[in-house]
């Protein structure tokens, strides 16, 4: 489960960069063949119109010019008039149509990499960056449209205008377009050259723009250590350093882009050249008029810039390669928790837990958790206590998979959460985490979010036992009013507030509570408590807490150490075996005294 690694220099146009092409064209462009079929139907008649523009520059040179016939000047004009406005109708038609596929195939790249992303697993946010998934989500997805869609513009609309040119060369002078298409060719290998070098400076420019925007999300998101640590200077250092590498590469990326244009000149320049020896002495032989020479000089001429384009296409190519397998490396990760091919909905008639014998390693060398087995029966609020690091948090995430163990079982009611759909065991379940989690939308959206069919009062009554009601009708929109990001304008014990509250709303017969109430001052955590208790009548709790001043009257506590269950007791039996919950509860309520 990883992204193509640094460093590791791409393939080529091979078979399977070819491959990639197919798969994008398969998957994106192909079911959109009528607007592929009219943009190609516009672009083979714009490109028609160069040659027929060039032709009618004959009877200027040979009627008007040589043979002084100025009638033949007002019609001649007029039609080169029609032809310019025919041309640009169809130009500006097939534009919009492209523009149009564009967008679409955009949107269904980035619909398919969201959803992918949002079904990927916790562990899969925790082995990648956010700047090196956002940079697959809209750089990457920019640049493969790009590679593909452009340059079929460019093969069809450029080549088109060639081929017709070339047609036109060979019908005024077949031994003068012979002399030319044998010097055209010599450019195409140091344009190639070119393109594979742009190839490797894209991968590297890519990874260093992930580098850079990791580098100023997360000096943003952790400015209030950044301020009180006073390393504003040492943060502007970083990113200069990576400003200058990602310039260095930009440059050397321009300079090879702009030496396709001078390399192209010069060959371009040996054609002219030769054509014009050859052709002057045509000319003087009598073998040409001037006015087929003067078309087939002004067809090199238009033909020019389209070349040019068709040359450059193997270097667009080349750099689509790098973001195709960059993007396609994140489409075809599959997550390690996913549903059984056999999985069945859960179906919760009592809710006791089991957890059995689990055993657990995020990196697969040191487990954090040892062979450990927690029973909840129905309707009991069971708590896990100890020092941090101990597991707590841990276990409690197996609940509703955001990992699996490596060891052992968990079952609910008797079903083993791994033979249960995924969508169904987490809607069984409601969860609350330290880490408050709420979004740029309303309050009243915010506690509504994953039950969106709760009414108006039901948030309120959600809000209410969740001691939020009184501080939310006190801003200025109430319930309508827009939280910034995180939360942001919002106190901790507010925020965590709206978190319960959220969880309130669901109500899931499981409960999952990770230190619910640690970011309240007494007063509210005295609230909350008693609301939490209320509704964990009726319904299984499993419960993470450090004041253990808010799980005395648990059912049944275990204290974990060192990813082990050490004892097991209620509130009054570990007391007095003194161990290690006795040390804790001490050690609490001193403080509380002091």
């Known amino acids: ?186 450019g195409i290998y140091p344009v190639a050259v070119c393109g594979r070098k742009m190839r490797k400076k894209t991968k590297k420019n890519q990874e260093a723009g992930e580098d850079f925007f990791n580098l100023v999300t997360q000096s943003f998101k952790g400015i209030k250590i950044v301020k009180s640590y006073c390393t504003e200077d040492k943060e502007y250092e970083e990113l200069d350093h990576m400003i200058v590498k990602m310039n260095k590469l930009s440059f050397s990326m321009a300079c090879l882009h702009a030496l396709q244009s001078p390399l192209m000149e010069f060959f371009g320049g040996i054609a002219m050249a030769a054509t014009l020896g050859y052709g002057g002495y045509q000319i003087m032989q009598g073998n040409m008029s001037p006015g087929n020479f003067m078309v087939f000089l002004l067809a090199i001429v238009a033909a020019y810039k389209p070349m040019k384009n068709v040359a450059g296409l193997h270097m667009r190519m080349q750099m689509g390669v790098a973001s195709m397998q960059r993007l396609f490396s994140m489409l075809d990760i599959e997550p390690t928790i996913k549903n059984a091919p056999d999985a069945k909905d859960l179906v919760v008639s009592k809710g006791r837990i089991e957890i059995r014998n689990v055993s657990f390693s995020y990196d697969g060398e040191r487990e954090v958790l040892h ?93 209410k036992a969740a001691a939020a009601d009184t501080f939310i009708r006190q801003m200025e929109n109430g319930y309508d009013t827009v939280l910034g990001e995180q939360g942001s304008g919002l106190s901790g014990g507010q925020r965590q507030m709206i978190s319960i509250a959220r969880a309130m709303l669901k109500n899931a017969p499981i409960l999952l509570l990770d230190e619910a109430t640690s970011a309240l001052d007494s007063q509210s955590e005295k609230i909350v408590q008693d609301s939490l208790e209320v509704l964990m009548k009726g319904r299984t709790s499993l419960v993470i807490a450090h004041r253990l001043s808010t799980i005395i009257n648990a059912d049944r506590i275990y204290v974990f150490n060192e990813g082990r269950i050490d004892d097991s007791g209620t509130h009054e039996e570990l007391l007095s075996h003194n161990g290690i919950y006795a040390q804790l509860y001490r050690i609490q309520f001193m403080k509380k005294d002091q």
């Open 1 to 186: 489960m990883a992204f193509v690694k640094k460093n590791k220099d791409l393939p080529a146009l091979t078979k399977d960069s070819v491959r990639m092409y197919k798969r994008v064209w398969n998957t994106y462009i192909a079911q959109k063949w009528r607007w592929l079929v009219l943009a190609v139907l516009l672009m083979l008649i714009a490109a028609s119109f160069d040659a027929l523009l060039v032709r009618q520059l004959k009877p200027i040179f040979d009627e008007v010019f040589i043979d002084k016939n100025r009638a033949s000047l007002g019609t001649i004009g007029l039609s080169i008039l029609v032809l310019y406005f025919l041309k640009g109708v169809f130009s500006y038609s097939q534009s919009l149509v492209m523009t149009k596929l564009s967008i679409r195939v955009i949107a269904d790249m980035q619909r398919d990499v969201f959803k992918r992303l949002m079904r990927m697993d916790i562990a899969f946010y925790q082995a990648h960056s956010t700047g090196e998934i956002l940079t697959r989500f809209t750089s990457d997805v920019g640049m493969v449209k790009d590679a593909v869609l452009n340059s079929l513009t460019t093969f069809v609309k450029d080549s088109a205008s060639v081929v017709f040119l070339v047609v036109l060369m060979f019908f005024q002078s077949f031994e003068m377009a012979c002399v030319v298409f044998f010097v055209f060719p010599l």
């Open 371 to 463: 062979d450990v087995s927690v029973t909840v029966e129905p309707d009991q609020t069971v708590a896990l206590v100890g020092h941090s690091g101990s597991g707590k948090s841990t276990l409690i995430n197996f609940m509703p998979r955001f990992y699996d163990p490596d060891r052992g079982r968990i079952l609910i009611d008797g079903q083993d959460i791994r033979n249960v759909t995924l969508e169904s065991l987490r809607r069984q379940t409601a969860y609350v985490s330290q880490d408050v989690i709420l979004f740029n939308d309303t309050i009243k959206n915010n506690i509504r979010y994953g039950t969106p069919d709760a009414t108006d009062e039901e948030v309120v009554a959600a809000a």
